[in-house]
């Protein structure tokens, strides 16, 4: 007994020395990692085979928004208006192939198409004249905004596209301190602990608006830094400038972590600014600062560990999806380049992640598609390292 006893205690003891030589080997190569400047990054490859081919010859438009459910069925919004009559044919009545798809697609998890509607006029409200963005909230509601000229709303909708509520309405001014209207907007979210809709106002106004996502009410909005937006044209971005003091438009993402920071994306300005829920500035960071045109900051979403550790931001003007660390907002990796072929992109717009951490992308102008990146776990990379195309590892 006492011999098993002994054993018993010997084992319990290398266990621990085990433990606790693995723990100090982690710290240790971490440390050897940091001096060297690598860092640990996810790793991403393209599913050149996500999503499968749509039905009825159906023909996909310029790609601006995307938004995954609580079941990981992927939501994309496109504009079947700049399908042009060569590639909807068959809707001109001149060939065979092919024809406008609607503007709402869900996609389910293996690339299947699900549901599909949207785009049309009804008594209750006019669809954008330029669709814009989509998000899945919390109770499995879908919304859309738009940035035509003279879209002043957001729609929301059930997932097979029955009419919930409108908010604002079309024809309306371009106002950054109305609380009726919007102006142009560029992306919604959705928080689910106090069921609230932030807007990012967007194309013509300047500013996050933040309303009841229930009853629409308009609580409460602000400008970069927290001021009141102000509509005054400051002129094009100019990176050697002092930072201006004002969005410029479009403000085209306002995204909240888990620990209730709002990210939102000054696209023009290249940067991101961080605030607390009520619009006090947090933080700021830019991101290809040089880029001019229509920036670097289209959209962002966030890693699915708990921490959420990583910002991944689509660039749709250098053709890449950057990595940061959330907490400091530093440049860790990127990966992606210019081009048609499954994992580059032409002008890659939105983004999301799913539960798996896979991400998705759309793309805008002549891209027009729908991309996933598969989550590979973990790699060791030179800090600032770009990737390139992540093609699958293993073929040629």
């Given at each position: 007994?006492?011999?098993?006893l ?19 080997l ?79 697609l869900?996609?389910?998890?293996d690339g ?30 879908v ?46 979210f959705v928080d ?12 013509g ?32 971005y100019?990176?050697?400038?002092e ?10 993402c306002?995204?909240m ?11 023009p ?17 830019w ?22 550790k ?9 053709e ?9 907002l ?11 072929m ?27 598609r ?7 776990g ?8 770009d ?10």
């Amino acid at each position: 007994m006492k011999r098993n006893l002994s054993i018993g205690a010997a084992l319990v003891v290398a266990f621990i020395a085990l433990g606790v030589g693995q723990i100090v080997l982690e710290k240790r190569t971490a440390a050897q990692d940091k001096a060297a400047g690598k860092v640990q990054v996810p790793r991403f490859e393209v599913d050149p085979t996500f999503p499968k081919a749509m039905p009825n010859h159906w023909y996909q438009g310029m790609s601006i928004g995307v938004g995954v459910d609580a079941n990981d069925h992927v939501w994309i919004v496109h504009r079947p208006d700049t399908v042009n009559a060569l590639e909807a044919a068959e809707t001109e009545k001149t060939g065979e192939c092919c024809s406008k798809a609607p503007p709402i697609l869900e996609f389910l998890p293996d690339g299947t198409l699900g549901r599909h509607w949207g785009g049309s006029d009804t008594a209750d409200y006019k669809w954008p004249a330029s669709n814009h963005g989509v998000t899945i909230d919390h109770k499995g509601n879908v919304w859309v905004g738009g940035n035509g000229a003279g879209d002043g709303e957001v729609l929301k909708f059930t997932q097979d596209g029955k009419f919930i509520m409108k908010v604002g309405d079309k024809g309306v001014p371009i106002d950054s301190n109305s609380t009726e209207h919007f102006g142009m907007v560029a992306k919604i979210f959705v928080d689910a602990k106090e069921n609230e809709a932030y807007i990012a106002d967007g194309y013509g106004n300047k500013r996050v608006a933040v309303i009841d996502a229930d009853t629409g009410k308009f609580k409460r909005y602000w400008g970069a830094y927290g001021h009141k937006p102000d509509d005054t044209n400051i002129g094009r971005y100019n990176p050697d400038a002092e930072p201006a003091q004002q969005f410029r438009t479009p403000v085209h993402c306002a995204e909240m972590s888990k620990d209730r920071m709002v990210y939102v994306c000054d696209r023009p300005n290249d940067r991101i600014q961080v605030f607390t829920p009520d619009g006090k500035f947090i933080k700021e960071a830019w991101v290809s600062k040089r880029t001019l045109g229509d920036g670097s900051t289209w959209d962002i979403a966030f890693s699915n560990d708990p921490q959420q550790k990583f910002i991944y931001l689509v660039d749709g003007h250098d053709e890449k999806i950057w990595i940061l660390d959330r907490q400091s907002l530093e440049i860790l990796t990127s990966f992606g380049d210019g081009g048609k072929m499954p994992g580059q992109f032409y002008a890659v717009h939105s983004i999301a992640t799913d539960s798996k951490g896979n991400i998705y992308t759309t793309e805008t102008y002549d891209g027009r598609r729908l991309q996933k990146f598969v989550y590979k776990g973990m790699q060791t990379v030179t800090k600032g390292e770009d990737q390139g195309t992540v093609w699958p590892r293993g073929t040629k």
